[in-house]
């Protein structure tokens, strides 16, 4: 498997993008930075975008690809809850702020949801995903894709502290993890359901006692104005676990 991070922060600039990944350039998840940070070439090539929860940095850029598709006469399958759906619906794709792309054109609408359902796995094309609960302030699943040759990657989306039943359904090679501010802010990350450094050192020693392993660990949706502390505070953790932890970065390949 072939990953891209075409974002890997929780602000934009012209240096950063809001966390996004492309898989074998075909599968994204998230989609925040995706029409802002990939040509039309790699966006045509998508066949579907995964959807961890309905926040604005992770749903940003669907308008635009929508667009894109329209006029090119394309289709994309759009994968997520009951709740993104419905969350899409009432304020994306609701012909007000921009076309109906899930209903227009009539005749094969641009923008096609497929709902998903936590814990209940499904196919696109030869990969396999699965939709996993994770802790954050709105309801949110990561995605375990496995690809046809069974290597599988774990990505979290936003989530806050308290896995354990989380990393009971998963057994990725790669997990790619959100880090979103330093460890003196823990009480806000916890009541905004993010993770700093310590409480990720936490959260993979109980991935170790459930798994029996370490995957390689990436971390995404960093605060760029506090990447420098974090930075630092996630090298702490790499020592205190024995084990290499990448801070993730835009335009990043990550290779399985
Ligand atoms: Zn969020
Ligand atoms: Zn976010």
Same mark, same amino acid.
């Given at each position: !498997?072939? =990953?891209?991070?075409?974002?890997?922060?929780?602000?934009?600039?012209? *240096?950063?993008?809001?966390?996004?990944?492309?898989? *074998?350039?075909? %599968?994204?998840?998230?989609?925040?930075?995706?029409?802002?940070?990939?040509?039309?070439?790699?966006?045509?090539?998508?066949?579907?975008?995964?959807?961890?929860?309905?926040?604005?940095?992770?749903?940003? *850029?669907?308008?635009?690809?929508?667009?894109?598709?329209?006029?090119?006469?394309?289709?994309?399958?759009?994968?997520?809850?009951?709740?993104?759906?419905? @969350?899409?619906?009432?304020?994306?794709?609701?012909?007000?702020?921009?076309?109906?792309? !899930?209903?227009?054109?009539?005749?094969?609408?641009?923008?096609?949801?497929?709902?998903?359902? +936590? $814990?209940?796995?499904?196919? =696109?094309?030869?990969? @396999?995903?699965?939709?996993?609960?994770?802790?954050?302030?709105?309801?949110?699943?990561?995605?375990? =894709?496995?690809?046809?040759?069974?290597?599988?990657?774990?990505?979290?989306?936003?989530?806050?502290?308290? %896995? #354990? /039943?989380?990393?009971?359904?998963?057994?990725?090679? %790669?997990?790619?993890?959100?880090?979103? !501010?330093?460890? /003196?802010? #823990? /009480?806000?990350?916890?009541?905004?359901?993010?993770?700093?450094?310590?409480?990720?050192?936490?959260? !993979?020693?109980?991935?170790?006692?459930?798994?029996?392993? %370490?995957?390689? =660990?990436?971390?995404?949706?960093?605060? +760029?104005?506090?990447? #420098?502390?974090? &930075?630092?505070?996630?090298? &702490?953790?790499? &020592?205190?676990?024995?084990? +290499?932890?990448?801070?993730? $970065? @835009?335009?990043?390949?990550?290779?399985?």
């Amino acid at each position: !498997m072939d =990953i891209i991070l075409p974002g890997a922060h929780n602000l934009e600039s012209c *240096d950063t993008g809001f966390t996004c990944l492309v898989v *074998d350039d075909v %599968l994204a998840i998230d989609a925040g930075g995706l029409s802002t940070n990939l040509s039309f070439t790699a966006q045509q090539n998508l066949k579907a975008i995964l959807l961890t929860h309905h926040h604005y940095d992770h749903i940003k *850029d669907l308008p635009a690809i929508a667009m894109n598709f329209y006029v090119s006469g394309n289709t994309v399958s759009v994968y997520g809850t009951r709740e993104v759906y419905n @969350e899409l619906t009432s304020h994306l794709f609701d012909g007000k702020l921009y076309p109906n792309f !899930m209903e227009r054109p009539p005749e094969k609408p641009t923008v096609r949801f497929i709902e998903v359902e +936590p $814990y209940r796995s499904f196919k =696109i094309d030869d990969y @396999e995903v699965l939709p996993v609960p994770v802790k954050h302030g709105v309801p949110a699943v990561g995605y375990q =894709i496995t690809s046809p040759d069974g290597q599988a990657i774990f990505y979290t989306g936003d989530t806050g502290p308290s %896995l #354990e /039943e989380c990393w009971q359904h998963v057994a990725p090679r %790669l997990l790619i993890v959100e880090v979103t !501010m330093p460890n /003196e802010l #823990e /009480e806000v990350a916890v009541e905004a359901g993010h993770l700093t450094p310590a409480l990720l050192k936490q959260e !993979m020693l109980v991935f170790q006692k459930h798994n029996g392993y %370490l995957p390689r =660990i990436v971390t995404v949706h960093m605060n +760029p104005e506090m990447q #420098e502390e974090i &930075e630092t505070q996630l090298q &702490e953790v790499a &020592e205190a676990l024995g084990h +290499p932890v990448t801070p993730g $970065y @835009e335009g990043m390949r990550l290779k399985l």
